[in-house]
């Protein structure tokens, strides 16, 4: 078992109307490596300028954990069978909507990777689905989630 930990913080600032609803919602994550991210609220939830645009909001950050947790499986997994992924972008989107329940959720993440591999290196069609599916399988973070996630991944360069 592993524990990961973070920091929020945040403070009312001066002057803002705490029960009036009239507040930043800006805020900040600290992590024990050091880094430091100014968060938010989405101003599609809280309207400016109550809320950060500048600042990265929990539902974006679901969805670059999901990507950045599949890519770190896909690269490992392709280093494992002897691909060699020069570059991998990926263009990862979600959707807010009502769930099966009638609540708001994140109901689907869409994965869009654009991989690049060492001329010769890369995986043949087939080869390039089977490590998708195993790092989807392998993703902490999709093995966490209720919500869709989709591979939604062009061809490779080569």
Not at 8 to 27: D, K, T, V
Not at 62 to 71: F, G, I, N, P, Q
Not at 99 to 104: S, W
Not at 107 to 119: E, H, M, S, Y
Request: charged share 15%; proline share 6%.
């Amino acid at each position: 078992m592993s524990v990961y930990t973070a920091q929020i913080e945040w403070s009312l600032g001066q002057g803002e109307n705490f029960a009036g609803n009239r507040y930043s919602r800006a805020h900040q994550w600290s992590f024990d490596g050091g880094a430091i991210v100014p968060a938010s609220s989405s101003p599609s939830v809280v309207p400016l300028p109550w809320s950060d645009a500048g600042g990265v909001d929990p539902e974006e950050a679901l969805v670059a954990s999901a990507s950045s947790c599949h890519m770190l499986w896909f690269l490992s997994l392709a280093a494992a069978k002897g691909h060699t992924v020069t570059r991998y972008v990926d263009k990862a989107s979600g959707i807010m909507a009502k769930d099966d329940r009638g609540r708001i959720a994140m109901t689907k993440i869409t994965l869009a990777p654009d991989i690049t591999f060492a001329d010769g290196q890369g995986p043949d069609a087939a080869g390039l689905a089977d490590l998708h599916h195993q790092a989807h399988e392998k993703c902490f973070i999709a093995n966490s989630l209720r919500s869709e996630i989709v591979i939604a991944a062009p061809a490779p360069a080569m």
